[in-house]
């Protein structure tokens, strides 16, 4: 019988066995059709897909997964027919026991195209879909939690240049710590023509590290750090035209923005932060600048992201303070004046932080439930101090960052009342923070069970036999 490669509507089920040995070369085509088409099927049924970066290839990965599956499948149906197909999918879990039972009700219209999809869709449900979620929410583009929490860095805190006798030139906080120290005899990277202009470049991007511009460059570099090496891309960072095109990358829009960025890449680069390891480092490195020499070359810039912005700097720190703080594809609509922006911006980073501090209070009993977070206007208020939002300025961002505009789509959605989440936009940071919560609430109920079981009834208990 000869078969086209995707016609397998027609093909009955017990001529499966024969149609594989004898037209293997069609059986790949065959089974990527009915993977794309399981999960087309489960989409508009409104199963969950997972978070994934594009390099990921869902369906590529389920297809893989129906192949090697495949011929165990091919001897069930060979040795016990269409029942063979149902104690087949119960071998598969609970998912698969499920659709077996509903397997058995139409065994008269199988055929082979139905059957890989059933597969496809079981083994998607079960299998593929679970781990590509738990991959992709390791590899979502994040910062950890002590970086941007306690604002230590400068780079959401406005830090100021100041002169110490015993340091030399220091950043500090509103507090007067010191952040970092300057390391401007260190840059091998400046020709010597652009020396002179060092200096100012790095007390101009001090006064810019609390601007929007700062917080765009921190949220690209992260992004970049995080998703290159999924793309097979160098961790170096090559801007091709010079600041205007690294404004352009960011998304600043402004006609000074390619000056500022340029001000904030140069103080960042000779600057050494004291980062939550207690190492000392550069959140941003100038691997490499060319400036434009005449008609014809444009000017590049190679950037390194420092390590708290890359991928597996969490593992250098210690158990509690290994979080990672998602980071959105695109910073939320901006409100009021523009000298408040980078005020607004430090704001939904403290409303990030929030989230994930506590993300336990974010689920419900069914894994993947969404309560939202309780954030009642007396927390807005504590958060816009902390953020040095303007008050008259507070409600306006509170009502534009919930509903969708022109200038971008809703940063929060409110769950009820008071409690918000993520907005729609920002779906993968949201199943981030609700997988981390669904965890710690596990770990929570596993660990009063194991005290349960050792005769542990809690700390009155204790206290009592200390007694």
């Not at 990277?189 to 200096?199: F, I, R, T």
């Not at 103080?267 to 100038?286: E, K, Y």
């Not at 069914?366 to 958060?383: M, R």
């Amino acid at each position: 019988m000869t078969m086209a490669a995707l016609d397998l509507e027609a093909l009955r089920l017990d001529e499966l066995p024969t149609w594989l040995k004898g037209h293997a070369g069609e059986a790949p085509g065959a089974v990527q059709k009915a993977a794309e088409g399981a999960l087309v099927a489960l989409r508009e049924n409104g199963s969950r897909t997972p978070l994934q970066l594009p390099s990921m290839g869902s369906a590529e990965a389920l297809g893989r997964e129906v192949s090697r599956e495949l011929p165990r499948l091919s001897d069930a149906v060979a040795e016990h027919g269409a029942e063979g197909v149902a104690g087949f999918l119960e071998t598969l879990g609970p998912i698969g026991i499920r659709v077996a039972g509903n397997t058995r009700q139409d065994m008269q219209a199988l055929t082979v195209e139905r059957v890989l999809r059933r597969l496809a869709a079981v083994l998607w449900l079960d299998r593929v879909g679970p781990r590509l979620e738990k991959e992709a929410i390791r590899r979502h583009p994040g910062i950890p939690l002590p970086l941007v929490g306690s604002a230590r860095v400068g780079i959401w805190g406005r830090p100021r240049a100041v002169d110490a006798p015993e340091h030399g030139r220091v950043l500090v906080d509103g507090a007067g710590t010191t952040l970092a120290t300057l390391k401007l005899d260190r840059i091998p990277a400046v020709s010597p023509e652009l020396l002179p202009n060092l200096e100012a470049w790095e007390r101009n991007g001090a006064r810019l590290l609390g601007s929007l511009h700062a917080h765009r460059l921190i949220r690209w570099l992260a992004w970049e750090a995080h998703t290159r090496p999924h793309f097979g891309q160098a961790p170096i960072i090559e801007v091709v035209g010079g600041w205007d095109a690294l404004a352009t990358a960011v998304g600043a829009r402004s006609n000074k923005a390619a000056d500022k960025l340029r001000d904030i890449v140069w103080c960042l680069d000779a600057h050494h932060f004291t980062f939550p390891d207690g190492s000392l480092g550069r959140l941003l490195m100038v691997d490499r600048y060319r400036p434009s020499r005449g008609p014809g070359r444009q000017s590049r810039i190679s950037l390194l992201p420092g390590a708290p912005l890359r991928p597996g700097f969490l593992f250098d720190l210690r158990r509690p303070a290994r979080k990672i703080v998602p980071v959105l594809s695109e910073l939320p609509p901006m409100v009021g004046r523009e000298r408040d922006h980078g005020s607004v911006a430090e704001l939904h980073w403290r409303v990030l932080v929030e989230m994930r501090c506590r993300c336990r209070e974010m689920v419900g009993e069914v894994e993947g439930e969404d309560l939202g977070l309780p954030l009642p206007p007396a927390k807005w208020d504590a958060l816009g101090d902390l953020a040095r939002v303007p008050s008259r300025t507070l409600g306006a961002v509170l009502e534009r960052w919930t509903r969708d505009g022109r200038d971008g789509p809703a940063f929060l959605s409110r769950v009820d009342g008071d409690r918000f989440t993520l907005g729609s936009a920002h779906e993968h940071a949201r199943r981030v923070l609700l997988h981390y919560g669904w965890k710690e609430a596990e770990g929570s109920r596993a660990g009063l069970a194991s005290a349960r079981k050792r005769g542990n009834r809690g700390p009155t208990r204790r206290r009592w036999k200390q007694r």
